[in-house]
């Protein structure tokens, strides 16, 4: 249901003035188009927040990957100590993740992703007296923690933003954020040369070069306190004091996201498309400047195109997932999601196969357009597993592909037991494996992969008011429960999305 220019008020029947939006909304006040180039409050402002904010933390957690062959020099570091620092990097966001989803669930995205960006922003300061091998790893698990801003960033795009555009608005945000690690690999050789020419020696260079991604960091968490809203008609402690939001209580939330399969098998997937682009975005830049003996910046120029991809794949993962919707309903979001993972992982192995420079490096673009499409593919899906607990399955979800890194670098990149290329192919298998449990989702009002909908009539209200007991119904709580299962009808599919009305029991 969409409806021009009109605020809660004015839904309930309510005498004030009504409020005003720029974009057209729906029922729930989220935006029914995306404007990229707009910059309208709350929806338009909270994407640029959103994805800078993110862009911020990912320059300063993958900051340091594109000067190891200085860092490795200056602090004498081993070939396990890298991957171990590489791998503390990811790791801390595993449970960080889940915490912000449910952190966002009961405070809101707003408040939750600027206190985690400020509390890790000292860590990408003091990095800068990293003084041994403890203390770099130590440095680098502490930065890790502000990439779990991303369940934020995915969680207020799920807020702003209906059904038919989630998976764009989700795509873009996301993958806007994520070229902050392909941009990292350009800006730090870049400053790191500004300085060492200023006349800094290169141990000090470095060290100083690590203020701009910190300072970068703090000025995003400000902008999202000051700028940021949580959702269309206003914060939540504001909602909350006014009535028009109830305050949820942890336990229901967290057990409706814990308890939900789809989350779990959205995690493990996950962990083989974003855990598989963390990993790369760890040691891309040392595999040319190491196999193919390169420059350091020439290195870092080609392992930056694999970050920078983003700027148009995941986007394009969230734009199929939005396109093949309309036509085909959640059954066309998960094929799609498929069929784009597992080509990530084939030409994943054709990159560990390859051993030319120009056929590394066009392998390379080719898989990395993949996998990160599937990564906007997957919070395409996201939105829908739940409306209670939409927080705790982005955190999960989220988590997931941290897990998934730091498995991948722990089995196949720590130390010397395999080469790059070795394990780069055997990442790949690990990507095509890991893909097929996404045809075990299965929604009973739309179907899955292989399955139609439920043959017993359940309806969007049917699923998505399950997570609300009788007492809470009684209070009103499942309201919003209600319209978004009304505006999520267009998951049916284009044949089937007004064949079913709302049984009057549930209004």
């Keep these: 249901m969409e409806v021009e220019g009109r605020d809660m008020a004015s839904i309930r029947g309510d005498t004030d003035e009504p409020r005003k939006f720029d974009l057209p909304v729906d029922s729930e006040h989220k935006a029914t188009e995306f404007r990229v180039l707009s910059t309208a409050a709350p929806h338009m402002r909270a994407f640029h927040l959103s994805w800078v904010s993110f862009f911020s933390c990912f320059v300063s957690t993958f900051a340091a990957p594109p000067l190891l062959p200085i860092i490795r020099d200056n602090l004498n570091l081993t070939a396990t100590d890298i991957g171990n620092a590489g791998i503390a990097s990811v790791s801390g966001a595993v449970f960080a993740r889940i915490a912000m989803g449910t952190t966002c669930d009961l405070f809101g995205p707003r408040l939750a992703s600027a206190s985690l960006i400020l509390i890790t922003a000292p860590a990408v300061y003091f990095t800068s007296i990293a003084s041994s091998p403890i203390s770099f790893l130590l440095l680098r698990?502490?930065?890790?923690?502000?990439?779990?801003?991303?369940?934020?960033?995915?969680?207020?795009?799920?807020?702003?933003?209906?059904?038919?555009?989630?998976?764009?608005?989700?795509?873009?945000?996301?993958?806007?954020?994520?070229?902050?690690?392909?941009?990292?690999?350009?800006?730090?050789?870049?400053?790191?040369?500004?300085?060492r020419d200023i006349g800094a020696i290169k141990f000090t260079a470095?060290?100083?070069?690590?203020?701009?991604?910190?300072?970068?960091?703090?000025?995003?968490?400000?902008?999202?306190?000051?700028?940021?809203?949580?959702?269309?008609?206003?914060?939540?402690?504001?909602?909350?004091?006014?009535?028009?939001?109830?305050?949820?209580?942890?336990?229901?939330?967290?057990?409706?996201?814990?308890?939900?399969?789809?989350?779990?098998?959205?995690?493990l997937t996950y962990g083989y498309c974003f855990g598989v682009e963390l990993t790369v975005d760890n040691i891309i830049a040392e595999y040319f400047y190491d196999r193919f003996n390169l420059e350091l910046h020439t290195a870092g120029m080609i392992a930056a195109s694999f970050g920078l991809a983003n700027i148009v794949s995941r986007p394009a993962g969230g734009m199929i997932s939005d396109i093949t919707a309309k036509r085909f309903g959640m059954r066309g979001r998960l094929w799609a999601l498929w069929v784009m993972q597992t080509l990530g992982g084939v030409f994943c192995v054709i990159l560990g196969q390859v051993g030319s420079l120009t056929a590394s490096i066009i392998v390379m673009i080719i898989f990395s357009m993949f996998v990160q499409a599937a990564c906007g593919l997957t919070f395409g899906v996201v939105p829908f597993v739940s409306r209670?607990?939409?927080?705790?399955?982005?955190?999960?979800?989220?988590?997931?592909?941290?897990?998934?890194?730091?498995?991948?670098?722990?089995?196949?990149?720590?130390?010397?037991?395999?080469?790059?290329?070795?394990?780069?192919?055997?990442?790949?298998?690990?990507?095509?494996?890991?893909?097929?449990?996404?045809?075990?989702?299965?929604?009973?009002?739309?179907?899955?992969?292989?399955?139609?909908?439920?043959?017993n009539i359940?309806?969007?209200?049917?699923?998505?008011?399950?997570?609300w007991n009788?007492?809470?119904?009684?209070?009103?709580?499942?309201?919003?429960?209600?319209?978004?299962?009304?505006?999520?009808?267009?998951?049916?599919?284009?044949?089937?999305?007004?064949?079913?009305?709302i049984p009057p029991n549930q209004v």
């Design 470 to 501: 009788s007492k809470e119904k009684q209070k009103g709580f499942h309201q919003s429960s209600l319209k978004f299962a009304d505006n999520s009808r267009s998951e049916r599919g284009r044949s089937r999305v007004n064949t079913t009305t």
């Design 206 to 267: 470095w060290r100083i070069a690590f203020f701009i991604p910190a300072l970068f960091q703090t000025l995003a968490a400000f902008a999202v306190l000051i700028f940021g809203q949580d959702l269309p008609d206003g914060n939540f402690s504001g909602l909350q004091n006014s009535g028009d939001k109830q305050k949820d209580e942890f336990s229901r939330v967290f057990y409706h996201g814990a308890t939900n399969y789809r989350g779990w098998i959205l995690a």
């Design 388 to 455: 209670r607990s939409l927080g705790v399955i982005s955190g999960m979800t989220g988590g997931g592909g941290n897990v998934g890194a730091v498995l991948t670098q722990l089995i196949f990149f720590k130390g010397s037991k395999y080469s790059k290329e070795t394990g780069i192919t055997l990442m790949g298998v690990m990507i095509i494996c890991c893909t097929l449990p996404i045809m075990l989702i299965y929604f009973p009002q739309w179907g899955g992969m292989f399955c139609g909908p439920s043959k």
């Design 458 to 467: 359940t309806t969007e209200e049917d699923y998505y008011l399950s997570e």
């Design 141 to 195: 698990f502490c930065t890790g923690f502000s990439i779990a801003t991303f369940v934020s960033t995915q969680f207020w795009m799920s807020s702003m933003f209906s059904g038919p555009v989630v998976g764009t608005a989700n795509g873009v945000a996301g993958g806007w954020g994520n070229l902050g690690g392909g941009a990292t690999q350009l800006i730090m050789p870049l400053v790191f040369g500004v300085i």
